[in-house]
């Protein structure tokens, strides 16, 4: 396990505050924040604002160190013991950093696995067995100035993988890449958890990415937790209002004010909206489900229904409402 108890990190940074005077200003960029990884479990770490992420990750990989707190891999805490922890940790970064692009990808991974202190056959048999698992064997000896985006980030997670971590750090890890890319890359990072146990901490932006992948999800904000969950559980208690959308061909006074009451009844809001010269769709949001008495309604109407939908939540409208609840 990895876990983090009350870790907070404090940025010590110098400021200008005339034409020649500086002074010295403390930026808390983690506060008392705690979380665990295990094998075999996604863990999703998503930031409101500038909120820590980054500061967070590279505290439970060595390097930087808490200000206060205490970050443990199986046991070893990450400065004391900061060898054998790194042996055990890794990290994957999206766009197409920390590659060197006049090398090739076999020599890419060399160069890292040397860093991890692996050299000859060992290390040699270790590029090839993930030169094979991403998919690059072909390419394995072109310089990685000639890959595309998505072999990038293949050989990204190649080199993460070098030092056969425990606990893999992935930020942003599809970013700018193509849809079919990121949803391959997706099913890679399911697997890497589900079937090679590794403990995997997931930042994104694309919020259904995380809904997709993540068994877990701690949102933090200005370095401070403010939820943890599971995706489902977050959406259910943070976002309750489902909307219900029906598009029928006329509306009139009398159905306006029907509807304005049943939607009264429930607890919930209604609109409408014209979406062409012949049709109106009505959005009725409320906690509980109206679907058959507004279908009651409609009857006693004699109004056909064109079109029926149901939209619930989704992890992306819970961080949308937390942001506007704290302002951001
Ligand atoms: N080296 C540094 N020196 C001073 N302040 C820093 C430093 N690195 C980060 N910060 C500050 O700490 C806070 C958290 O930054 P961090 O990069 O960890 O957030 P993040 O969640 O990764 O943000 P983003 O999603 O925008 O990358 C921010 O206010 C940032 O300005």
Request: proline share 3%; aromatic share 6%; hydrophobic share 40%.
């Amino acid at each position: 396990m990895l876990i983090v108890e009350n870790v907070r990190k404090v940025y010590r940074v110098k400021e200008k505050t005339g034409w020649l005077l500086r002074k010295w200003t403390e930026v808390e960029a983690v506060s008392d924040l705690s979380f665990q990884m295990e094998p075999g479990k996604i863990i999703g770490l998503l930031g409101i604002n500038g909120a820590g992420k980054t500061t967070t990750i590279k505290m439970c990989s060595t390097l930087l160190t808490p200000t206060s707190g205490s970050i443990t891999v199986d046991g070893y805490d990450v400065m004391r013991h900061d060898r054998l922890v790194k042996s055990k940790v890794n990290m994957i970064a999206g766009g197409e950093r920390m590659l060197y692009w006049r090398l090739t990808g076999r020599e890419n991974l060399q160069y890292f696995g040397s860093l991890y202190g692996l050299a000859g056959v060992r290390l040699q048999e270790r590029i090839d067995g993930l030169l094979h698992q991403v998919g690059l064997v072909d390419a394995a000896n072109t310089p990685v100035e000639r890959y595309s985006k998505g072999m990038k980030q293949r050989l990204q997670i190649a080199r993460g993988l070098i030092n056969d971590p425990r606990y893999l750090f992935l930020d942003e890890p599809t970013l700018g890449l193509d849809a079919p890319i990121a949803r391959h890359l997706r099913a890679h990072v399911k697997k890497l958890a589900r079937e090679h146990e590794k403990a995997i901490l997931l930042t994104s932006h694309y919020i259904h990415e995380v809904e997709e992948l993540c068994d877990e999800v701690y949102i933090i904000d200005k370095g401070k937790l403010v939820a943890h969950d599971t995706p489902e559980h977050l959406t259910k208690s943070i976002c309750k209002k489902t909307a219900l959308h029906v598009v029928i061909p006329t509306r009139s006074d009398q159905l306006d004010h029907d509807l304005r009451q049943l939607a009264l009844r429930h607890g919930g809001t209604w609109e409408y909206a014209q979406t062409d010269e012949q049709t109106w769709e009505v959005t009725l949001r409320s906690e509980s489900d109206m679907t058959t008495p507004l279908l009651s309604l409609l009857a006693a109407h004699q109004s056909p229904v064109l079109r029926l939908h149901t939209e619930r939540p989704t992890l992306e409208d819970v961080i949308l409402q937390m942001a506007e609840r704290r302002g951001a």
